[in-house]
């Protein structure tokens, strides 16, 4: 399922906000990594079956270092959002509908 770009847009402010708590990283860091994030958040509005887990684990490998200085809990609260914009769409409840019947 694709993101759209609200939904990449509500991403974009969560990582600023997590990169705004993060306390050892200085100001030329949060830039180089502010410029990361929008390139990967971009990438994703290409994708047309992304799923929590693919987005995450490509998130691991091409994000590494920036996930290393935000919060604890950030990873698993940019999956839950994840999992909610991914799964709330419509198409996706029609065919899980669809599939229990």
Known sequence: ???KDADVKNLTDLF???L???QRVDKQQKIKFRKKIRNELFSLMAW???TPAGIISRW???LSDVLAVLPF???DEVTQVLMDKLH???LVKAQ?????A
């Open 1 to 3: 399922m694709k993101l």
């Open 16 to 18: 600023e906000e997590a």
């Open 20 to 22: 705004n708590r993060a």
């Open 48 to 50: 047309e079956l992304a």
């Open 60 to 62: 691991e490998e091409r």
């Open 73 to 75: 809990s950030f990873k």
């Open 88 to 90: 709330s769409h419509p």
């Open 96 to 100: 899980k509908s669809s599939q229990s």
